[in-house]
């Protein structure tokens, strides 16, 4: 449960970029249909991090539907298929997955299916089902439907993809706020966020912004030693290993 303080925060920095937002629209509404922001372009991920929230707001000039996407950097991902050898479970064939996104959730101010048709976003890569892996498949079958469906579930089980499209508020005719919710497991690089203006189900407007999930402090400094010196960091957790568990044996025997 959060905090009561950080709840005032959060709304009294809503209404503070609401208020901007009123102004910007007033001087800028010949000029841009849609205009977006992100109350925070970095997700530091420190030793403590449970995960958090980044709220994106924005403002568009007349009515339309909103939808916005966030996608984070792409990466390959092996899913294996296990079978029952003589009575044990062994990993078989596979599929390599190229061009995953390593993070992806959206988000609409309505249901995705009435705001425009599936050609509209299978066009601009909208929604999970229309993102395009690369696939090389090691399977008899060479059928890779029941693999991508597993790599779905798994990224959807660890709060890597959404299941369903989160809910985009409108505070009036023309502006809106969603929260982009980041786990505990977030991977770090940069992730793009896409935010689309549709009406009568074309696209109106897009804005692309980008938002930099990073490591800072001591978790940072550990994972960038245990990468550049990954043998000295074995050795190290190792030796960490034996003295803590030679504490313990001691901490027992004395009593």
Do not use: C
């Not at 102004?23 to 970095?42: C, F």
């Not at 296990?82 to 609409?108: C, H, L, M, Q």
């Not at 929604?127 to 579930?153: C, M, P, W």
């Amino acid at each position: 449960m959060q905090r009561p303080v950080a709840i005032m925060n959060r709304m009294f920095t809503a209404l503070a970029i609401l208020a901007v937002l009123g102004v910007t629209t007033t001087k800028r509404a010949h000029a841009d249909a849609l205009i977006v922001d992100l109350s925070n372009h970095l997700v530091a991920i420190t030793t403590g991090f449970t995960g958090t929230d980044v709220l994106l707001f924005g403002a568009v000039q007349s009515e339309g539907d909103v939808i916005v996407t966030v996608k984070g950097p792409d990466q390959d991902m092996v899913v294996r298929r296990k079978e029952r050898k003589v009575g044990i479970w062994v990993n078989s064939e596979s599929a390599t997955f190229r061009n995953v996104p390593a993070y992806y959730t959206s988000a609409s101010n309505r249901p995705m299916e009435i705001i425009a048709n599936m050609q509209l976003y299978s066009d601009y890569r909208i929604g999970l089902e229309h993102q395009r892996f690369v696939t090389e498949i090691d399977d008899k079958d060479r059928n890779s439907s029941h693999y991508r469906d597993a790599l779905l579930r798994n990224m959807r089980a660890a709060g890597l993809f959404n299941k369903r499209p989160a809910k985009i508020s409108f505070l009036s005719n023309q502006l809106f706020r969603t929260d982009i919710h980041f786990p505990a497991n977030t991977p770090t690089g940069t992730y793009t966020i896409n935010v689309y203006l549709i009406r009568d189900g074309k696209i109106a407007s897009v804005k692309t912004t980008p938002l930099v999930v990073s490591k800072t402090g001591v978790s940072a400094a550990v994972y960038d030693f245990a990468h550049r010196y990954s043998a000295l960091y074995g050795i190290i957790a190792v030796i960490i290993a034996i003295i803590a568990g030679w504490i313990a044996s001691v901490a027992f025997r004395k009593r």
